[in-house]
């Protein structure tokens, strides 16, 4: 099976531009859609991006999802921060048959 | 607002068993897929179970196969984690979540807490 690899935190100032990346071990990243889901502090994990680049009603679009399949990397960016953005965010991904996959998150802080 | 509510967890002993229950509230998922995901304290998100919308199939994460058995109860429209032979490891808040059409979690319980110990 693959793992999903995320940085475990980054960091950035209001009003600017975040990328998270989630790397896959094995296999191609477009041979499966990546979604990323927010999760703040004490709440359960929200969808913000499904099938790499879509944004579900009501999230906003400054977030942003894409794949580069030469780099065989996901990534989530966020601009304009907010300090409503602060949050852990997680990748995840399918094998196809049996499994689903997550990152291991990572920790946006907006300071 | 669409809600599924899981409970059935608690403080159990290593080696035992306990059931969880999502059910829902103004929301059906009879006809979508139904997963399982825990999160230990602290720690990030991990998949444990899917059970397919028809209940046919299921699979599960490599830590629990053999010892959790999803199931779901269409009348009722709840669905269940059966855990048995506990570890201290599987300690974690469990949520449920609703299945999308191409295999992403569009709708997520607020999770209830399992802790194993002594």
């Known amino acids: 099976n693959f793992m999903l690899t995320q940085p475990h935190s980054v960091s950035e100032s209001p009003g600017k531009t975040v990328t998270i990346s989630c790397t896959r071990s094995?296999?191609?990243?477009?041979?499966?859609?990546v979604q990323w889901y927010q999760q703040r502090p004490g709440s359960s994990p929200t969808i913000v991006i499904y099938?790499?680049?879509?944004?579900p009603s009501g999230v906003p679009d400054r977030i942003s999802g894409s794949i580069d399949s030469s780099s065989n990397t996901a990534s989530l960016t966020i601009s304009r921060l907010k300090t409503e953005d602060e949050a852990d965010y997680y990748c995840?991904?399918?094998?196809?048959?049996?499994?689903?996959?997550f990152g291991g998150g990572t920790k946006l802080t907006v300071l | 607002q669409v809600q599924l509510v899981e409970s059935g967890g608690g403080v159990v002993q290593p080696g035992r068993s306990l059931r969880l229950s999502c059910s829902a509230s103004r929301l059906t998922f009879n006809g979508f897929a139904m997963h399982w995901v825990r999160q230990a304290p602290g720690k990030g998100l991990q998949w444990v179970a899917v059970i397919s919308y028809d209940g046919t199939k299921k699979f599960y994460a490599d830590s629990v196969k053999g010892r959790f058995t999803i199931s779901r109860d269409k009348s009722r429209n709840t669905q269940y984690l059966q855990m048995s032979s506990l570890r201290v490891e599987d300690t974690a808040v469990y949520f449920c979540?609703?299945?999308?059409?191409?295999?992403?979690?569009?709708?997520w319980g607020k999770g209830t807490t399992v802790t194993v110990s002594s």
């Open positions: 979540a609703r299945s999308a059409a191409t295999d992403y979690m569009d709708v």
């Open positions: 099938e790499d680049k879509q944004r």
């Open positions: 094995s296999g191609s990243i477009a041979s499966n859609y």
């Open positions: 995840q991904s399918y094998d196809g048959s049996t499994s689903w996959v």
